[in-house]
């Protein structure tokens, strides 16, 4: 029984490439106008659910039946060389660097190896949408549910053809795509985490089956022979000559909004909507372009297109592995949103090297020969020619050398990154310190309870020349209202007194609870409510909450600006809730994220507007010493925990001494200008 060859679709390799580069670029150049260029991903879906479901039409109008073992025995051809080269070679790279890139390698080489990587990166809590720590393999996700469609939608196809009008199959492939999109959204209304709705086959499958629906409409073949489409197969017969003439200008609109669509600032929180709207347009684009005679299916024929659309597989497979090896060899991290220009330029470089090596030396040989031809034509190059045998060689060497690499990588693997270790060993710090024992012999509670505070002046008392100045801030233990004189009368510097920690609420994200080990140990007795993932936005009700427990102490420290941008609303909120009666300390960030600049200009500012608050520079603390943070740079080790825990006490204690500073400096100047006057009258 002879399976009839795959028809080539005019234009489908010149979409393949616009699919390809947009999610190349998305990931490469994270900083560009493709806000919203994962939607490739989606691009890709419809084409494959639409070439796949016509192959399998094509023979089963040929043949009267699918032959599935030898269908996924193409697939088997057409995936899996380029795949096992990607992993063995970039994990046996990642091996060689160490550290936080193989957190999780066993897993996804497990994903990879089974086509289940999206449900095992959904049991693991991976997440697509996360900038920090991105897995190695993270792109292999959209592989796992290509796949398993490809698994099971030929064990379907029968049932659906039961129905006997075009129609209906039609009809029954819109239902299923459409349940698909409005499973996501009910994933995501019930609780459920994006990424689950992201990564899941069945919420996620909306693409794929927009394809089918598009086979289906286009679909002749289940009332004629597969040689009747057009000559040579090149394209599929639409019908009605009418509707072709249009067919290009609605394509060529439907692709312009695609690319619109990829430009959608932060789509990923409107999901799915973003990735259904592209799926949609892309299915417009594949009708007009396989039309015949179509411009728009010629336009995307260009040389350059199918090149690409040629190696779409190898370029989608190479690029993520690439980019994160060669960030983390330039910068340190792997942070996905902070890629420096020359790494991604230099990635693509080597994106287009590779997949252009693995098609000619792998993935067409296997395509072509099979893996067993494969094997024997590699055989008879070792007894060729002294350059044939070097090749043959070259090519064992390095199946052997990846084989080895990703053992040991796997066998190498952390089992939690290293922003992972230091916020765990936070939460450690944390709870040692509630479970200590008071003077009394009783469990230190985690929250104690806030300090007795003096009245707060009115705005009528005045100070006398050489006293503390009145407001709103509460005095350090130690600082007297009027510091001591010399003997000729000379105000003397007020001894600068530490706040203790059971005066001071400190309020954090993962940062400040990475550091929790050196804060207790700077100020013991600290009270610090510490979270991940934690914003600004969420500091004022937290604030809030403390005070109404009488739990909020003297002095506040706030360290909320990693994980998103501030506004002056935000911070105002926070400022009313932490009252006229309290110090306020607000830790500015340190993180390779775009929002971060902006973040500490706020707060400066800020601070700088406002009475009794003050701003702990912690960016300019740790700048010099990044050394001191873990893989992601952003959370510090123990020896950074003290950098900044030694930061946020000297903004204490400097804001805390401020009064006596002040009184100070006036008493100078009271003192001063009485020396004068005396030395007049001494004169006279």
């Known amino acids: 029984m002879i399976t009839p060859t795959a028809p080539r679709y005019a234009g489908l390799d010149g979409l393949r490439a616009v699919a390809v580069l947009i999610v190349v670029l998305y990931h490469l150049f994270p900083a560009w106008f493709l806000r919203s260029g994962f939607v490739g991903v989606d691009v890709f879906f419809v084409i494959s659910g639409f070439l796949i479901t016509s192959l399998l039409l094509r023979e089963r109008a040929a043949t009267g039946r699918i032959a599935l073992a030898a269908f996924w025995k193409r697939r088997a051809r057409r995936l899996l060389p380029a795949l096992a080269a990607v992993v063995t070679v970039c994990a046996s790279l990642a091996w060689l660097i160490g550290g936080d890139v193989l957190v999780g390698l066993g897993r996804q080489a497990l994903g990879a190896a089974t086509f289940s990587y999206n449900w095992l990166a959904i049991a693991g809590g991976s997440t697509y949408f996360s900038a920090g720590e991105p897995e190695l393999f993270r792109n292999l996700w959209s592989l796992a549910v290509e796949e398993q469609f490809y698994l099971v939608w030929p064990l379907m196809l029968p049932v659906l053809m039961l129905a006997r009008r075009r129609w209906m199959r039609v009809g ?72 072709a003439v249009g067919m290009p200008l609605v394509g060529g609109a439907a692709l312009i909004g695609l690319l619109v669509v990829s430009s959608w600032p932060d789509g990923a929180s409107v999901y799915p909507a973003v990735p259904l709207i592209a799926s949609v347009l892309t299915a417009v684009v594949i009708a007009a372009a396989v039309s015949p005679g179509s411009p728009l299916g010629r336009a995307l024929d260009v040389a350059p297109l199918r090149w690409v659309g040629e190696r779409s597989y190898g370029i989608y497979l190479w690029h993520w592995p690439v980019v994160v090896l060669l960030t983390i060899a330039a ?23 590779a997949s252009a090596v693995s098609y000619r030396v792998l993935e067409q040989p296997v395509r072509r020969l099979g893996a067993r031809g494969a094997v024997r034509a590699l055989g008879l190059r070792l007894r060729a020619t002294p350059v044939r045998r070097f090749g043959a060689i070259t090519v064992v060497a390095a199946g052997a050398l990846g084989a080895v690499g990703t053992a040991a ?48 002046p009115s705005a009528s008392t005045s100070a006398a020349p050489g006293e503390a100045v009145p407001g709103a801030l509460p005095p350090a233990p ?54 991940v993932s934690r914003s600004m936005w969420q500091g004022g009700e937290i604030v809030q909450t403390l005070a109404a427990q009488g739990a909020l102490r003297d002095y506040v420290v706030i360290g909320l600006g990693t994980n998103g941008p501030v506004d002056d609303e935000e911070l105002q909120t926070l400022y009313d809730a932490v009252g006229p009666e309290r110090c306020l300390v607000l830790v500015n960030a340190f993180a390779p ?40 740079q952003i959370h510090p080790g123990p020896t950074g925990g003290a950098v900044y825990a030694d930061t946020v006490a000297g903004a204490l204690d400097a804001l805390a001494n401020r009064p006596a500073d002040v009184g100070y400096r006036a008493g100078m100047v009271h003192w001063a200008l009485a020396q004068a006057e005396g030395r007049a009258l001494d004169a006279r």
């Open 172 to 243: 029954a492939a819109l239902v299923l795509a459409a349940g698909s999109a409005t499973w996501a959204v009910g994933a995501l209304a019930s609780g459920a985490t994006l990424t689950r709705a992201y990564y899941g086959t069945d919420t996620h499958a909306f693409g794929l089956l927009l394809g089918v629906a598009l086979a289906f409409a286009l679909d002749r073949s289940s009332s004629r022979m597969a040689g009747s489409a057009t000559a040579g197969g090149a394209t599929p017969t639409t019908g009605r000559a009418g509707i």
């Open 331 to 353: 910068t340190g991290t792997i942070v996905d949103t902070a890629i420096p220009l020359a790494v991604g330029v230099t990635a693509l470089v080597v994106t287009l090297g």
């Open 409 to 456: 990588a796997v066998a190498a693997a952390p089992p939690v990154s290293s922003s992972e270790a230091v916020v765990q060993a936070g939460l450690e710090a944390l709870a040692e310190a509630s479970a200590a024992p008071a003077p009394n012999g009783t469990p230190t509670p985690p929250a104690a309870s806030p300090t007795p505070r003096a009245p707060e």
């Open 478 to 531: 130690g600082v007297a209202a009027r510091p001591p004189r010399a003997d000729d009368g000379r105000p003397l510097p007020p001894v600068h007194t530490p706040v203790p920690g059971d005066r001071i609420t400190a309020v954090g994200d993962s940062v400040m609870l990475a550091s929790a080990g050196g804060l207790l140990d700077e100020r013991p007795g600290m009270q610090i409510d510490a979270a």
């Open 593 to 632: 994220r775009d929002w971060i600049d902006g973040v500490n200009t706020e707060l400066t500012s800020f601070a700088a507007t406002h009475p009794r608050v003050a701003v702990a520079d912690w960016s300019r603390a740790i700048a010099p010493k990044v050394d001191l943070l873990a893989g992601d």
